[in-house]
């Protein structure tokens, strides 16, 4: 379970420290703990590092749906 927790907590700061490693900061954070290379690990990773992602992939969908009660034209 500590893996896993690692893992998501990794996975959701890897976008942060992925855009400070493309400015040249922060060197010595690696974006994933070589360490800590386990199932449960790479599951949470996976997990965190997907989800700003899924998130606004779902959020995107919603928009599309409808509109209101308005939005369907009646038959006469």
């Given amino acids: 379970m500590e893996d896993f927790l690692w893992g998501l907590w990794n996975g959701l700061s890897a976008w942060v420290i992925l855009i400070a490693h493309l400015f040249g900061a922060w060197d010595r ?27 606004a992939a779902g959020g995107n969908r919603r928009s599309h749906g409808k509109t209101g009660s308005g939005s369907r034209a009646r038959a006469v």
Avoid at 31 to 37: A, E, L, M
């Fill in 29 to 55: 954070f690696p974006v994933y703990n070589v360490g800590r290379d386990a199932g449960w690990y790479q599951f949470g990773f996976l997990l965190g590092a997907g989800s700003p992602s899924l998130g």
